[in-house]
């Protein structure tokens, strides 16, 4: 899961979410999580037509089976209300994460850099069901810049 670079780093708390994201900041000074970058390629036309299909069927099955927080809360992601303001995985979904793997190769495969992290509390949380949290990380310690462990590959 962590591609041919990968490395993994434990720590010593009990792990409780999961985020995929850009291993390093964008022009913006933030770390885009993984369907970000795909969706970001596919714009760009980099995707071959296999990854097309792959892309459109995985944002498909997520739209169908994860809530965009968005529609629950339209101003989850406002960055003047909550800056830094990002969705993790809760590590009980696990069919979630397992589907993240496909979105991992594809960024492998264009040399995207990409980190997992994991984390018992990556700030505060502002959004919370059955698969996800969305939370606006704790202060100075902006977990999204510096993961406490995490995977890296690309």
């Known amino acids: 899961m962590t591609g041919p670079s990968g490395r993994r780093v434990t720590s010593a708390s009990a792990l409780s979410y999961v985020r995929f994201q850009a291993a390093q900041p964008n ?6 999580g993984v369907f970000g970058l795909v969706n970001g390629l596919w714009t760009a036309g980099h995707l071959s037509a296999g990854e097309v299909r792959f892309r459109r069927g995985g ?3 997520f739209s169908e089976n994860l809530t965009n ?13 909550h800056p830094g303001a990002a969705s993790w995985f809760k590590a009980s979904a696990v069919s979630m ?3 993240v793997e496909g979105y991992l190769a594809i960024l492998d495969a264009h040399g995207v ?9 990556p700030g505060t949380i502002i959004y919370d069901d059955a698969e996800q949290v969305v939370v606006v990380p704790f202060g ?3 977990l999204l810049r ?9």
């Open 140 to 142: 100075d310690n902006h």
């Open 59 to 61: 944002n498909d099955w």
């Open 113 to 121: 850099e990409w980190e997992r992290l994991d984390c018992a509390a």
């Open 69 to 81: 927080p968005s529609d629950v809360d339209p101003g989850v992601y406002d960055r003047a209300r």
């Open 97 to 99: 994460i397992e589907r």
């Open 27 to 32: 022009r913006h000074g933030r770390h885009p």
């Open 146 to 154: 510096e993961p406490i462990s995490g995977y890296r590959a690309g």
